[in-house]
T-cell receptor
Framework: NAGVTQTPKFQVLKTGQSMTLQCAQD?????MYWYRQDPGMGLRLIYY???????DKGEVPNGYNVSRLNKREFSLRLESAAPSQTSVYFC???????????FGPGTRLTVT | AQTVTQSQPEMSVQEAETVTLSCTYD???????LFWYKQPPSRQMILVIR??????QNATENRFSVNFQKAAKSFSLKISDSQLGDTAMYFC????????????FGQGTRLTINP
């Protein structure tokens, strides 16, 4: 089991560029989440998907879109990157009825 | 809305000592879960311990235990016999029982264990 995988691990973008962060889990979990972590702060929820085919906004959704491609994959898209989106992005998943979330290794994104 | 506050940005203790990290939270809900996550320099988020709010008994996991005070909305983590490998950022987090398990995190406490 690879658990939760994220690609890429690092990325540098120029302001205005777009990109998609990929996340996949092989644990057959129903729920998936995207968080961002800024220096000196805890993780904040961007979007989540309670089950395949559904997505909902979290605490800080502005500037992002998500796609739950299938049960395994949940992608996060930045349409027009801004320096304020410089952060470390974590994907997580959990099985239905469980409180435990499994986190990926994170993607460090820098927008210049 | 739920909030989680960790008032200790940094702590430092000697190896083998006991250390307690503080966390307070606010929610109007009666049913929720509380968590402590560890984030070592590798950046991986690791679940340390969790507590169901409806359980009065404090959770323990080997050297890690919590002091859960529901009325005071306090949830502290005690690490006994601290080890060098405990050096990490520690985050307190809360999620409601109903619906998707959306975690709300505190700002974190950077813990350093000195040899």
């Amino acid at each position: 089991n690879a658990g939760v995988t994220q690609t890429p691990k690092f990325q540098v973008l120029k302001t205005g560029q777009s990109m998609t962060l990929q996340c996949a889990q092989d644990m057959n979990h129903n729920s998936m989440y995207w968080y961002r972590q800024d220096p000196g702060m805890g993780l904040r929820l961007i979007y989540y998907s309670a089950s395949e085919g559904t997505t909902d906004k979290g605490e800080v959704p502005n500037g992002y879109n998500v796609s739950r491609l299938n049960k395994r994959e949940f992608s996060l898209r930045l349409e027009s990157a801004a320096p304020s989106q410089t952060s470390v992005y974590f994907c997580a998943s959990s099985e239905e009825g469980s409180t435990r979330q499994y986190f990926g290794p994170g993607t460090r994104l820098t927008v210049t | 809305a739920q909030t989680v506050t960790q008032s200790q940005p940094e702590m430092s203790v000697q190896e083998a000592e006991t250390v307690t990290l503080s966390c307070t939270y606010d929610t109007s809900e009666n049913n929720y879960y509380l968590f402590w996550y560890k984030q070592p320099p590798s950046r991986q988020m690791i679940l340390v311990i969790r507590q169901e709010a409806y359980k009065q008994q404090n959770a323990t996991e080997n050297r890690f235990s919590v002091n859960f005070q529901k009325a005071a909305k306090s949830f502290s983590l005690k690490i006994s016999d601290s080890q060098l490998g405990d050096t990490a950022m520690y985050f307190c987090a809360l999620s409601l029982i109903q619906g998707a398990q959306k975690l709300v995190f505190g700002q974190g406490t950077r813990l350093t264990i000195n040899p």
